[in-house]
């Protein structure tokens, strides 16, 4: 997996209320290893970025839950989170599954498929080739 995929970048919207959430939040994310953090494109908002080696977003916002924040909660926003973790779940359980070994070196593998299968015209030259030499 190329490592640039595992770095994310996510936009944390948070409800209106309680209004101190969001500079908590930033304190709180920005003193974690591996985290930077930025404000968002709007005022109940902040951009997280990280890689998949460290968190999840969905580990991070339910960690983030526990203690007491709350987020926008509209649909929209639902079906987004929700494409989210699942996008995030399947790269993070493919970074433990070994990379098939075709995959490294596919034209050595489809050489030595070639050499071994029988390919071309096999018919006998014509009697005045087999003769020429």
Do not use: W
Not at 54 to 75: D, I, M, P, Q, S
């Amino acid at each position: 997996m190329n490592p640039f995929e595992l770095q994310k970048t996510r936009e944390l919207f948070f409800s209106e209320e309680p209004s101190s959430q969001v500079e908590q939040a930033y304190l709180l994310l920005s003193g974690m290893e591996n985290m930077k953090v930025e404000r968002g494109s709007k005022p109940n908002s902040l951009i997280i970025h990280y890689s998949l080696e460290h968190y999840t977003h969905e580990g991070l916002e339910h960690a983030l839950l526990k203690e007491g924040f709350h987020f926008k909660e509209g649909f929209f926003d639902k079906v987004v989170k929700q494409m989210v973790h699942y996008c995030e779940d399947v790269q993070y359980h493919n970074l433990s599954t070994p990379e098939h070994p075709t995959k490294k070196n596919e034209s050595e593998v489809f050489a030595q498929v070639y050499e071994q299968h029988p390919h071309g015209n096999h018919a006998a030259p014509p009697k005045d080739l087999r003769e020429y030499k």
